[in-house]
C-alpha cells in the first residue's frame, strides 16, 4: 500500500480532473450521496436491519427507563412511606430491564458489526470484479498503489465508521429520548436545564471550522511522512550504496517533526471541546440543584423527579461528547466513500453484445480492415491498416518505438475498441463475439512475464483448471522448462515468492511459454522480451519459441533479428501506418525502411541508438 | 510488550508527571460530583422530615453547592483536557522516537534483512503498528490510570460511608476485569490470524491488478474472482469472529454493571425504608455508578488496544531489536585517501546453504579495469556485492587498500567504492536531485557534467523543465536506458575510487555504451573499474577478463588471452557474434550450467 491514501491527485483518471483535489482533503461529516449510496447496500440485509431497528429502540428505551424506575422506586417508597412491596415492584421492573436491555444490546451490536463488515467485504469485492471488467486505458493510466488505497485504506476507514456509527446512531436516540422526557417530566425544570443544549452548539459551530482546519493538517502531514519511509524502504540499496542515511535520517526528521506539531495540535482541538461540555453538565447540574431543590422545598416537585433529572443530566452529555470523538471519522468515511463510488462509477469498458456469440473451433485466420485506433482523441496510433494473418502463419511486426506494434496486438485481443474499421479472428468481427471465448481462442505472452504467487504448476495451469498433470508437464518440456522445475526444491509445487522472484527473467519467460500452451488457443500474440536476457537464456527461449508457435496462428512484436528471420512474413510499422510486407529476403530486396535497419547491423531492433529511433518517430510520440 | 510501551512512554517525565497529576485532579472533582449531588437532595428533603425548618439557610446551602457544582464540573472537564491532551501528546511522541528509530533501524540493516523481507511488510508496520501502538499510549495507558483512580478513590468513599453497599457497588469490577482478560487473550489471537488473511488477500488483489492484462488476455476473470472469493471468505469468517467475541464481551460487562445497579437500587432502597441510610446517600452511589458507566463501555475498546498494541508492539520491537549483521568494527579507522585498489583472496560465500562463490582471488589496480563474465547465477553480481560490504564473505577476505574491508568504516568505504546496479531505482523527486542524489550539495556544474558523460544531458535538456522535470510516479517515466544512464551519472557524480558497473548497461545500446565508455575515459583513468556485463562487447577492452562459472573463476586473461585459450570464454564469444540465425540448434557444453536460481 502507498502510505494509506496516496500522495496529491496524480495521474488518478485524467478525465476527472476536478476530482483530483478530492483525493486527501476531508470530506464533510455528512454527503448525502455517500450516505444514499451507501443504504442501497443495506437492502439485501432488510430483514436483519428491521431486527437492529427494534433491538436499537428496545436498548434507547431500557437505558432510558433506568432514572425513572428509580424516580418510581423513591416517590413510592423511600420517601418516608416505607412501602416494600413498590421497592420490590420496582426493582423487579428494574431487572427486567436490565435483561432486556443485555439481550438488546448484544443483538444490536452483533448484528450490525457483521452485517457492516460483510457489505464492507461486498463493496470490496463489487470493487474489484468492477475493476476487472473496466476499460483497458483506464487500467493503463491507474497505478495499482492507488487502486489498493482504495481496496484497502477507503474500505478500512468505512469500517471504522461503521462500527462507530452504530453507538452514534443509538446515542442520537438516547439523546431526543431524554431530552422529551426531562420536559415531560416537568417542563419548568425540564426547559432550564435545557438551556445548555443551544449554547453548547453554539460553541461548536465557532470551534467547527478551527479543527477542521488542524485535522486536516495532520492528516496530509502524516501522509507526507508515511510517502517519505515508502520511499526509503523501497531505495533502500541505493541509500546504503551512496552512503545517504545520515542525510534522509535528518530529512525525515524535519517531516516527522512537522508531523508531531500538526498531530499535537489536532489533539488540543480535538480535546478543547471537554471543558466547555463539563462546564455545561455542571451548569445543568447546578439548575437541578436550585431550581429542583426550591421546588422540592416548596413541595412542587417530588423529590424522585430531582433524582432522575439528575440521573439523566449525567448521561445527558455522552452523546454529545461521543458524537464529537467521532466527527473525523465521519468526515473520513465520507471521504472515502466518495473514493470508493468513484472507482464502481468508471465506465465498464467493453462489453458483450446481447446476441454476442460464442466463438468456437476457429480456423485462426485475422484481419485487419481499415482499422483506425488511437487512446486520446485525434491522435490516432493506427491509422488505416489492413492485412490479413492467414491460419497457421507467423507474423512478425517490426517497427521502431511508438510505430503503433503493441496497439495491433492488444486490439485483436480486443482490449480496445477500433475507432473505425474491423478487426476480424476466425471469420467474425471482434464485437460480435463474447470476449471470454475470444479470449480462449487467443492466448497471449507479454514482454515481461508475469507470475503469481503460487507454485510453478499453478502459474503454468492458471486459469485451464480443466488440464490434468499430464499437460502441464508436457507444455514445460515443449518449451524446455521442465528441467530447471524439476531442479526446484519442490520441482512443480515450488512455491514462487513474489511473483516468481527467486527464478531468473529466463525462467519466467519460460514458464510463461508454458503457460501460453496449457491454454491451447488457436492464435498466439507475442511480445518478445526485450529485456536483459544472457545469451544462453536467449538460446533456451528462441529453441522454445519455435515449439511454441508449432501449429499457431502467430503474431510476434519482435525485437531480435532470429525471430524476424524466423517469421513467415513480416510487417514493417511505422506511426501507424504498414509501410513495408514480405518475407526477409523480399523485403531486403526492397531496400526500405527494414533493409536500412538490417544493415545496421545491431543484434537487436533495441540495440539501434536513440538518435535512430528519434529519427524514425520525428515530430510524434505515441503510446506503444 | 506492554510494558515495553509503557517504559517508552514514560521517558516522558515532565508530561507524565503532569499527566498523572491531571488524572488525580480530573478523578477528585469527578468524585466530587455524586457528592455534591447526594448532599442537595438530602438538604431538599430535609424540609419532608422537618416541616417547621426555615427554608432560607437550606436554599442557600443549595446555591453554594450548585456554585461547587459548576466549578466542579469545570475543572474536571479542565484537567480531564489536560490529560487526555498529554496523553495524545506522549503518544504522538513515543510514535515519532518510533519513527524515527525506525526509520534508521531500517538504513541500518543490511541488504540479507532486505532481501528476505517485502516491502509491503516493513511498511505496515511502520505505519499501521506505531499507529497502533501511537493510541494505546494515548487512550489505554492514561485512561487505565484515570479507571483505577476513580474505583479506587470511589471504594474508599463508598465503603466509608456503607461498606456492604460499598462492595456490592463494586463487585462488578473482578468480573469485567476476568472478561477483559480472557477474551484479551483470544482477541489477539483472532487479530493476528485476521492480519495475515487480509495480507494474503492483498497479495492476491495487488498482483491481479498488476497484472491485468495477463488476466484478460487469458479471459481469466472467472479464475481471478474465484481466488478473491476464498481469501476474502476466509478474512470475513476471522473478522466475524473477532466481532463474536469483542460483542459478546462488551454487552456482557455493560450487564454486568447494569446489574449490579439494580442491586443497589434494592439494597440500598431497603436500607433506605430501615431509616440505615438517606435518600441523598442512596443518589450519591447511582450518581458514582452512573459516572463509571462510560468508563466500562470504554473497556472494551481498551481491551482491544491492549491486544492490537500487544501484536503491534512485538512487531516492531522484533525489527528494532534486530542487530545489523553488518557494522563497524569497535575501532573501526576511516579509510583515508582510497586509491581504489581491491583484493580478493580466496573468498567463499553462500547465500544460506547454497554457495555461491568458492574461492575467488583476483586483484583490481587503480587505473584498471576488471571485466567479469560468466552465465545467470555463477555469482558475478555477487562480486560486486562484496565491495562496499553489502554483504560479508563467508571465509577469505577483500582488501581495499590493503586495508581489510571490515577494519575500515562503513561509511568511507561506500563512499570510496560506487556500484552502479542493474535493477536502477529512481526516487520521485527531479532529475537534478535524482543525479545528485549522493552528493546534495555538489555544484550543479559537475552534476551536470556527470549527466553529459552519461549521455543524458541532451535529453534531459530537451525536457521542458529541464532538470527541474520530476522522474516516476508524476513526472516523466524514463525508459529502461534512460534510467540507467542517470544511473551511472549519479554514481560519477560521487567521484569513487572503485566504480563498479554491474550490468549497468544492458538496457542502453551498444553505441552509447560506447560514447559514455569514451567520455569517462578521462574520470577513469587513475581508478579502478570493474565490468560486469552478459555483453561481450561491454569488456572485451578491460585489462583482464574473470570468466566465472559456478562461483570460481574458470578462466582469466585479456581478451586475446582467453581467445587464444579457446575454451568457454571463447565459445560465449562465438555464440554472441555468429548471426543470430545459425543459434538454437544443438546444446553447446555452455547450457548446461547456464540456469541458476540467481544472476
Same mark, same amino acid.
Given at each position: 500500500?502507498?502510505?494509506?491514501?496516496?500522495?496529491?491527485?496524480?495521474?488518478?483518471?485524467?478525465?476527472?480532473?476536478?476530482?483530483?483535489?478530492?483525493?486527501?482533503?476531508?470530506?464533510?461529516?455528512?454527503?448525502?450521496?455517500?450516505?444514499?449510496?451507501?443504504?442501497?447496500?443495506?437492502?439485501?440485509?432488510?430483514?436483519?436491519?428491521?431486527?437492529?431497528?427494534?433491538?436499537? !429502540?428496545?436498548?434507547?428505551?431500557?437505558?432510558?427507563?433506568?432514572?425513572?424506575?428509580?424516580?418510581?422506586?423513591? $416517590?413510592?417508597?423511600? $420517601?418516608?412511606?416505607?412501602?416494600?412491596?413498590?421497592?420490590?415492584?420496582?426493582?423487579?421492573?428494574?431487572?427486567?430491564?436490565?435483561?432486556?436491555?443485555?439481550?438488546? %444490546?448484544?443483538?444490536?451490536?452483533?448484528?450490525?458489526?457483521?452485517?457492516?463488515?460483510?457489505?464492507?467485504?461486498?463493496?470490496?469485492?463489487?470493487?474489484?470484479?468492477?475493476?476487472?471488467?473496466?476499460?483497458?486505458?483506464?487500467?493503463?493510466?491507474?497505478?495499482?498503489?492507488?487502486?489498493?488505497?482504495?481496496?484497502?485504506?477507503?474500505?478500512?476507514?468505512?469500517?471504522?465508521?461503521?462500527?462507530?456509527?452504530?453507538?452514534?446512531?443509538?446515542?442520537?436516540?438516547?439523546?431526543?429520548?431524554?431530552?422529551? &422526557?426531562?420536559?415531560?417530566?416537568?417542563?419548568?425544570?425540564?426547559?432550564?436545564?435545557?438551556?445548555?443544549?443551544?449554547?453548547?452548539?453554539?460553541?461548536?459551530?465557532?470551534?467547527?471550522?478551527?479543527?477542521?482546519?488542524?485535522?486536516?493538517?495532520?492528516?496530509?502531514?502524516?501522509?507526507? &511522512?508515511?510517502?517519505?519511509? %515508502?520511499?526509503?524502504?523501497?531505495?533502500?540499496?541505493?541509500?546504503?550504496?551512496?552512503?545517504?542515511?545520515?542525510?534522509?535520517?535528518?530529512?525525515?526528521?524535519?517531516?516527522?517533526?512537522?508531523?508531531?506539531?500538526?498531530?499535537?495540535?489536532?489533539?488540543?482541538?480535538?480535546?478543547?471541546?471537554?471543558?466547555?461540555?463539563?462546564?455545561?453538565?455542571?451548569?445543568?447540574?447546578?439548575?437541578?440543584?436550585?431550581?429542583?431543590?426550591?421546588?422540592?422545598?416548596?413541595?412542587?416537585?417530588?423529590?424522585?423527579?430531582?433524582?432522575?433529572?439528575?440521573?439523566?443530566?449525567?448521561?445527558?452529555?455522552?452523546?454529545?461528547?461521543?458524537?464529537?470523538?467521532?466527527?473525523?471519522?465521519?468526515?473520513?468515511?465520507?471521504?472515502?466513500?466518495?473514493?470508493?463510488?468513484?472507482?464502481?462509477?468508471?465506465?465498464?469498458?467493453?462489453?458483450?453484445?446481447?446476441?454476442?456469440?460464442?466463438?468456437? $473451433?476457429?480456423?485462426?485466420?485475422?484481419?485487419?480492415?481499415?482499422?483506425?485506433?488511437?487512446?486520446?482523441?485525434?491522435?490516432?496510433?493506427?491509422?488505416?491498416?489492413?492485412?490479413?494473418?492467414?491460419?497457421?502463419?507467423?507474423?512478425?511486426?517490426?517497427?521502431?518505438?511508438?510505430?503503433?506494434?503493441?496497439?495491433?496486438?492488444?486490439?485483436?485481443?480486443?482490449?480496445?475498441?477500433?475507432?473505425?474499421?474491423?478487426?476480424?479472428?476466425?471469420?467474425? $468481427?471482434?464485437?460480435?463475439?463474447?470476449?471470454?471465448?475470444?479470449?480462449?481462442?487467443?492466448?497471449?505472452?507479454?514482454?515481461?512475464?508475469?507470475?503469481?504467487?503460487?507454485?510453478?504448476?499453478?502459474?503454468?495451469?492458471?486459469?485451464? !483448471?480443466?488440464?490434468?498433470?499430464?499437460?502441464?508437464?508436457?507444455?514445460?518440456?515443449?518449451?524446455?522448462?521442465?528441467?530447471?522445475?524439476?531442479?526446484?526444491?519442490?520441482?512443480?509445487?515450488?512455491?514462487?515468492?513474489?511473483?516468481?522472484?527467486?527464478?531468473?527473467?529466463?525462467?519466467?519467460?519460460?514458464?510463461?511459454?508454458?503457460?501460453?500452451?496449457?491454454?491451447?488457443?488457436?492464435? !498466439?500474440?507475442?511480445?518478445?522480451?526485450?529485456?536483459?536476457?544472457?545469451?544462453?537464456?536467449?538460446?533456451?527461449?528462441?529453441?522454445?519459441?519455435?515449439?511454441?508457435?508449432?501449429?499457431?496462428?502467430?503474431?510476434?512484436?519482435?525485437?531480435?533479428?532470429?525471430?524476424?528471420?524466423?517469421?513467415?512474413?513480416?510487417?514493417?510499422?511505422?506511426?501507424?501506418?504498414?509501410?513495408?510486407?514480405?518475407?526477409?529476403?523480399?523485403?531486403?530486396?526492397?531496400?526500405?525502411?527494414?533493409?536500412?535497419?538490417?544493415?545496421?547491423?545491431?543484434?537487436?531492433?533495441?540495440?539501434?541508438?536513440?538518435?535512430?529511433?528519434?529519427?524514425?518517430?520525428?515530430?510524434?510520440?505515441?503510446?506503444? | 510488550?506492554?510494558?515495553?510501551?509503557?517504559?517508552?512512554?514514560?521517558?516522558?517525565?515532565?508530561?507524565?508527571?503532569?499527566?498523572?497529576?491531571?488524572?488525580?485532579?480530573?478523578?477528585?472533582?469527578?468524585?466530587?460530583?455524586?457528592?455534591?449531588?447526594?448532599?442537595?437532595?438530602?438538604?431538599?428533603?430535609?424540609?419532608?422530615?422537618?416541616?417547621?425548618?426555615?427554608?432560607?439557610?437550606?436554599?442557600?446551602?443549595?446555591?453554594?453547592?450548585?456554585?461547587?457544582?459548576?466549578?466542579?464540573?469545570?475543572?474536571?472537564?479542565? =484537567?480531564? *483536557?489536560?490529560?487526555?491532551?498529554?496523553?495524545?501528546?506522549?503518544?504522538?511522541?513515543?510514535?515519532?522516537?518510533?519513527?524515527?528509530?525506525?526509520?534508521?533501524?531500517?538504513?541500518?540493516?543490511?541488504?540479507?534483512?532486505?532481501?528476505?523481507?517485502?516491502?509491503?511488510?516493513?511498511?505496515?508496520?511502520?505505519?499501521?503498528?506505531?499507529?497502533?501502538?501511537?493510541?494505546?499510549?494515548?487512550?489505554?495507558?492514561?485512561?487505565?490510570?484515570?479507571?483505577?483512580?476513580?474505583?479506587?478513590?470511589?471504594?474508599?468513599? *463508598?465503603?466509608?460511608?456503607?461498606?456492604?453497599?460499598?462492595?456490592?457497588?463494586?463487585?462488578?469490577?473482578?468480573?469485567?476485569?476476568?472478561?477483559?482478560?480472557?477474551?484479551?487473550?483470544?482477541?489477539?489471537?483472532?487479530?493476528?490470524?485476521?492480519?495475515?488473511?487480509?495480507?494474503?488477500?492483498?497479495?492476491?488483489?495487488?498482483?491481479?491488478?498488476?497484472? *491485468?492484462?495477463?488476466?484478460?488476455?487469458?479471459?481469466?476473470?472467472?479464475?481471478?474472482?474465484?481466488?478473491?472469493?476464498?481469501?476474502?471468505?476466509?478474512?470475513?469468517?476471522?473478522?466475524?469472529?473477532?466481532?463474536?467475541?469483542?460483542?459478546?464481551?462488551?454487552?456482557?460487562?455493560? =450487564?454486568?454493571?447494569?446489574?449490579?445497579? /439494580?442491586?443497589?437500587?434494592?439494597?440500598?432502597?431497603?436500607?433506605?425504608?430501615?431509616?440505615?441510610?438517606?435518600?441523598?446517600?442512596?443518589?450519591?452511589?447511582?450518581?458514582?455508578?452512573?459516572?463509571?458507566? *462510560?468508563?466500562?463501555?470504554?473497556?472494551?475498546?481498551?481491551?482491544?488496544?491492549?491486544?492490537?498494541?500487544?501484536?503491534?508492539?512485538?512487531?516492531?520491537?522484533?525489527?528494532? #531489536?534486530?542487530?545489523?549483521?553488518?557494522?563497524?568494527?569497535?575501532?573501526?579507522?576511516?579509510?583515508?585517501?582510497?586509491?581504489?585498489?581491491?583484493? =580478493?583472496?580466496?573468498?567463499?560465500?553462500?547465500?544460506?546453504?547454497?554457495?555461491?562463490?568458492?574461492?575467488?582471488?583476483?586483484?583490481?589496480?587503480?587505473?584498471?579495469?576488471?571485466?567479469?563474465?560468466?552465465?545467470?547465477?555463477?555469482?558475478?553480481?555477487?562480486?560486486?556485492?562484496?565491495?562496499?560490504?553489502?554483504?560479508?564473505?563467508?571465509?577469505?577476505?577483500?582488501?581495499?587498500?590493503?586495508? #581489510?574491508?571490515?577494519?575500515?568504516?562503513?561509511?568511507?568505504?561506500?563512499?570510496?567504492?560506487?556500484?552502479?546496479?542493474?535493477?536502477?531505482?529512481? =526516487?520521485?523527486?527531479?532529475?537534478?536531485?535524482?543525479?545528485?542524489?549522493?552528493?546534495?550539495?555538489?555544484?550543479?556544474?559537475?552534476?551536470?557534467?556527470?549527466?553529459?558523460?552519461?549521455?543524458?544531458?541532451?535529453?534531459?535538456?530537451?525536457?521542458?523543465?529541464?532538470?527541474?522535470?520530476?522522474?516516476?510516479?508524476?513526472?516523466?517515466?524514463?525508459?529502461?536506458?534512460?534510467?540507467?544512464?542517470?544511473?551511472?551519472?549519479?554514481?560519477?557524480?560521487?567521484?569513487?575510487?572503485?566504480?563498479?558497473?554491474?550490468?549497468?548497461? /544492458?538496457?542502453?545500446?551498444?553505441?552509447?555504451?560506447?560514447?559514455?565508455?569514451?567520455?569517462?575515459?578521462?574520470?577513469?583513468?587513475?581508478?579502478?573499474?570493474?565490468?560486469?556485463?552478459?555483453?561481450?562487447?561491454?569488456?572485451?577492452?578491460?585489462?583482464?577478463?574473470?570468466?566465472?562459472?559456478?562461483?570460481?573463476?574458470?578462466?582469466?586473461?585479456?581478451?586475446? #588471452?582467453?581467445?587464444?585459450?579457446?575454451?568457454?570464454?571463447?565459445?560465449?564469444?562465438?555464440?554472441?557474434?555468429?548471426?543470430?540465425?545459425?543459434?538454437?540448434?544443438?546444446?553447446?557444453?555452455?547450457?548446461?550450467?547456464?540456469?541458476?536460481?540467481?544472476?
Amino acid at each position: 500500500m502507498r502510505g494509506g491514501g496516496g500522495r496529491g491527485g496524480g495521474a488518478w483518471m485524467r478525465t476527472s480532473a476536478g476530482r483530483q483535489t478530492a483525493e486527501e482533503i476531508f470530506g464533510d461529516a455528512f454527503d448525502g450521496q455517500v450516505i444514499s449510496r451507501f443504504i442501497s447496500y443495506l437492502k439485501a440485509y432488510r430483514k436483519l436491519m428491521a431486527v437492529t431497528l427494534g433491538a436499537v !429502540l428496545v436498548f434507547s428505551a431500557t437505558t432510558l427507563a433506568f432514572p425513572l424506575i428509580v424516580k418510581f422506586a423513591i $416517590d413510592g417508597g423511600l $420517601d418516608g412511606s416505607g412501602n416494600r412491596a413498590l421497592l420490590g415492584a420496582a426493582v423487579a421492573g428494574l431487572f427486567g430491564a436490565v435483561l432486556l436491555n443485555y439481550v438488546s %444490546n448484544f443483538l444490536q451490536e452483533i448484528i450490525v458489526g457483521r452485517v457492516a463488515m460483510r457489505i464492507l467485504f461486498n463493496m470490496r469485492r463489487a470493487m474489484y470484479l468492477h475493476l476487472q471488467r473496466v476499460s483497458m486505458s483506464f487500467m493503463d493510466k491507474t497505478e495499482v498503489g492507488r487502486l489498493m488505497a482504495r481496496l484497502q485504506g477507503d474500505v478500512a476507514a468505512l469500517q471504522e465508521f461503521l462500527e462507530t456509527a452504530v453507538f452514534a446512531v443509538g446515542d442520537m436516540i438516547i439523546l431526543v429520548g431524554i431530552i422529551v &422526557v426531562l420536559l415531560v417530566l416537568d417542563p419548568l425544570l425540564g426547559g432550564l436545564t435545557l438551556i445548555v443544549v443551544p449554547v453548547l452548539f453554539l460553541v461548536r459551530i465557532v470551534w467547527l471550522p478551527y479543527a477542521k482546519r488542524a485535522f486536516l493538517k495532520a492528516r496530509e502531514m502524516s501522509s507526507i &511522512v508515511n510517502g517519505a519511509l %515508502n520511499e526509503n524502504v523501497n531505495g533502500v540499496r541505493v541509500v546504503q550504496g551512496m552512503v545517504r542515511e545520515r542525510l534522509n535520517f535528518e530529512m525525515f526528521n524535519d517531516k516527522a517533526t512537522a508531523t508531531l506539531a500538526s498531530q499535537q495540535r489536532a489533539a488540543l482541538f480535538g480535546q478543547s471541546l471537554l471543558p466547555v461540555v463539563d462546564l455545561l453538565t455542571g451548569a445543568a447540574m447546578a439548575v437541578v440543584v436550585v431550581v429542583g431543590g426550591s421546588l422540592v422545598l416548596d413541595n412542587a416537585l417530588e423529590v424522585g423527579v430531582m433524582v432522575a433529572f439528575m440521573l439523566y443530566v449525567q448521561r445527558f452529555f455522552d452523546p454529545i461528547r461521543s458524537l464529537t470523538m467521532h466527527y473525523s471519522t465521519m468526515q473520513r468515511a465520507m471521504a472515502s466513500g466518495q473514493r470508493i463510488f468513484e472507482v464502481l462509477d468508471v465506465p465498464l469498458g467493453i462489453r458483450d453484445k446481447a446476441d454476442a456469440v460464442r466463438m468456437k $473451433d476457429i480456423d485462426g485466420s485475422i484481419e485487419f480492415r481499415n482499422v483506425t485506433f488511437g487512446y486520446y482523441p485525434d491522435q490516432p496510433v493506427l491509422k488505416d491498416v489492413s492485412f490479413r494473418v492467414e491460419p497457421g502463419e507467423t507474423v512478425a511486426l517490426v517497427g521502431p518505438t511508438g510505430s503503433g506494434k503493441t496497439s495491433t496486438t492488444a486490439l485483436i485481443h480486443r482490449f480496445y475498441e477500433v475507432w473505425e474499421g474491423q478487426v476480424v479472428v476466425g471469420g467474425r $468481427d471482434v464485437r460480435d463475439v463474447t470476449q471470454e471465448s475470444l479470449g480462449r481462442q487467443v492466448s497471449m505472452v507479454l514482454q515481461d512475464p508475469y507470475l503469481f504467487t503460487g507454485t510453478v504448476y499453478e502459474n503454468i495451469r492458471y486459469q485451464k !483448471l480443466e488440464a490434468t498433470r499430464e499437460d502441464i508437464v508436457k507444455a514445460a518440456r515443449a518449451v524446455g522448462a521442465h528441467e530447471f522445475i524439476m531442479r526446484l526444491t519442490d520441482g512443480y509445487d515450488t512455491m514462487l515468492e513474489q511473483r516468481g522472484g527467486n527464478l531468473s527473467i529466463g525462467q519466467r519467460q519460460l514458464i510463461s511459454f508454458a503457460r501460453a500452451i496449457v491454454a491451447d488457443a488457436k492464435i !498466439l500474440v507475442l511480445d518478445e522480451a526485450t529485456a536483459n536476457i544472457d545469451s544462453y537464456t536467449e538460446m533456451l527461449i528462441q529453441q522454445a519459441l519455435a515449439r511454441l508457435l508449432e501449429g499457431c496462428t502467430g503474431v510476434v512484436i519482435a525485437h531480435r533479428l532470429a525471430t524476424v528471420r524466423n517469421a513467415d512474413r513480416i510487417l514493417v510499422l511505422q506511426d501507424g501506418e504498414i509501410i513495408e510486407s514480405g518475407t526477409h529476403d523480399e523485403l531486403i530486396e526492397q531496400g526500405g525502411l527494414y533493409s536500412r535497419l538490417y544493415t545496421l547491423n545491431y543484434a537487436s531492433f533495441d540495440d539501434m541508438p536513440d538518435e535512430l529511433i528519434y529519427e524514425a518517430t520525428k515530430g510524434y510520440r505515441g503510446v506503444s | 510488550m506492554v510494558w515495553r510501551i509503557a517504559k517508552l512512554a514514560a521517558r516522558q517525565r515532565l508530561r507524565l508527571t503532569f499527566a498523572f497529576a491531571a488524572v488525580i485532579a480530573a478523578s477528585i472533582f469527578q468524585l466530587w460530583i455524586p457528592q455534591l449531588l447526594g448532599d442537595s437532595v438530602d438538604r431538599a428533603l430535609s424540609l419532608l422530615t422537618d416541616p417547621q425548618a426555615d427554608t432560607g439557610p437550606v436554599r442557600t446551602r443549595l446555591i453554594a453547592s450548585a456554585a461547587l457544582l459548576v466549578m466542579a464540573g469545570g475543572l474536571r472537564g479542565g =484537567f480531564a *483536557m489536560l490529560y487526555t491532551y498529554l496523553g495524545e501528546s506522549m503518544g504522538q511522541r513515543v510514535a515519532y522516537r518510533l519513527r524515527m528509530a525506525y526509520y534508521e533501524q531500517l538504513q541500518r540493516l543490511s541488504f540479507s534483512y532486505h532481501d528476505r523481507s517485502h516491502a509491503g511488510d516493513i511498511l505496515s508496520r511502520g505505519i499501521l503498528d506505531i499507529e497502533g501502538v501511537r493510541m494505546f499510549v494515548n487512550t489505554a495507558m492514561l485512561r487505565t490510570v484515570f479507571l483505577a483512580i476513580l474505583i479506587g478513590a470511589g471504594a474508599y468513599l *463508598m465503603i466509608s460511608t456503607d461498606w456492604r453497599l460499598g462492595l456490592i457497588s463494586l463487585s462488578f469490577v473482578p468480573i469485567v476485569a476476568w472478561r477483559a482478560s480472557v477474551s484479551r487473550l483470544k482477541l489477539r489471537r483472532t487479530w493476528l490470524e485476521r492480519q495475515r488473511k487480509m495480507g494474503e488477500l492483498t497479495t492476491v488483489m495487488e498482483e491481479n491488478l498488476g497484472g *491485468m492484462r495477463v488476466v484478460r488476455a487469458f479471459a481469466a476473470e472467472d479464475y481471478e474472482m474465484s481466488k478473491f472469493d476464498k481469501k476474502s471468505n476466509e478474512a470475513l469468517a476471522l473478522s466475524n469472529e473477532t466481532i463474536g467475541i469483542w460483542v459478546r464481551n462488551s454487552t456482557f460487562m455493560t =450487564f454486568a454493571f447494569l446489574s449490579v445497579w /439494580a442491586v443497589i437500587v434494592w439494597v440500598g432502597g431497603l436500607n433506605v425504608i430501615d431509616g440505615e441510610m438517606t435518600v441523598g446517600e442512596l443518589v450519591k452511589f447511582l450518581a458514582y455508578m452512573g459516572m463509571l458507566q *462510560m468508563p466500562v463501555r470504554q473497556l472494551g475498546m481498551m481491551v482491544n488496544g491492549y491486544a492490537r498494541a500487544t501484536t503491534s508492539g512485538t512487531r516492531l520491537f522484533e525489527i528494532l #531489536d534486530l542487530v545489523p549483521e553488518i557494522r563497524d568494527k569497535p575501532g573501526a579507522k576511516d579509510l583515508e585517501a582510497p586509491e581504489g585498489a581491491v583484493r =580478493f583472496s580466496n573468498v567463499h560465500f553462500s547465500y544460506g546453504d547454497e554457495p555461491v562463490l568458492r574461492g575467488v582471488s583476483f586483484e583490481a589496480r587503480p587505473g584498471h579495469t576488471i571485466g567479469i563474465v560468466g552465465p545467470p547465477g555463477s555469482g558475478k553480481s555477487t562480486i560486486a556485492h562484496l565491495i562496499p560490504r553489502f554483504y560479508d564473505c563467508t571465509s577469505g577476505s577483500i582488501s581495499i587498500d590493503g586495508h #581489510d574491508v571490515r577494519d575500515v568504516t562503513l561509511d568511507s568505504l561506500r563512499h570510496a567504492v560506487g556500484v552502479v546496479e542493474q535493477d536502477t531505482f529512481m =526516487f520521485s523527486t527531479t532529475v537534478y536531485e535524482n543525479a545528485a542524489y549522493g552528493e546534495p550539495y555538489s555544484r550543479r556544474a559537475d552534476v551536470e557534467h556527470a549527466t553529459d558523460m552519461a549521455q543524458l544531458h541532451r535529453y534531459v535538456d530537451s525536457l521542458p523543465l529541464g532538470y527541474d522535470t520530476l522522474v516516476g510516479e508524476r513526472g516523466v517515466t524514463l525508459s529502461g536506458g534512460q534510467r540507467q544512464r542517470l544511473s551511472i551519472a549519479r554514481s560519477i557524480v560521487l567521484r569513487p575510487s572503485v566504480i563498479v558497473f554491474d550490468d549497468s548497461t /544492458a538496457a542502453i545500446d551498444a553505441a552509447t555504451e560506447q560514447r559514455i565508455r569514451a567520455a569517462l575515459a578521462d574520470v577513469t583513468k587513475d581508478r579502478t573499474v570493474i565490468i560486469i556485463s552478459h555483453r561481450l562487447s561491454s569488456l572485451m577492452h578491460a585489462d583482464e577478463i574473470l570468466f566465472i562459472e559456478d562461483g570460481r573463476v574458470a578462466e582469466r586473461g585479456s581478451h586475446e #588471452d582467453l581467445i587464444a585459450q579457446g575454451g568457454k570464454y571463447l565459445a560465449l564469444y562465438e555464440l554472441q557474434i555468429r548471426p543470430a540465425m545459425d543459434l538454437g540448434v544443438e546444446r553447446g557444453p555452455l547450457l548446461d550450467s547456464g540456469e541458476g536460481a540467481r544472476s
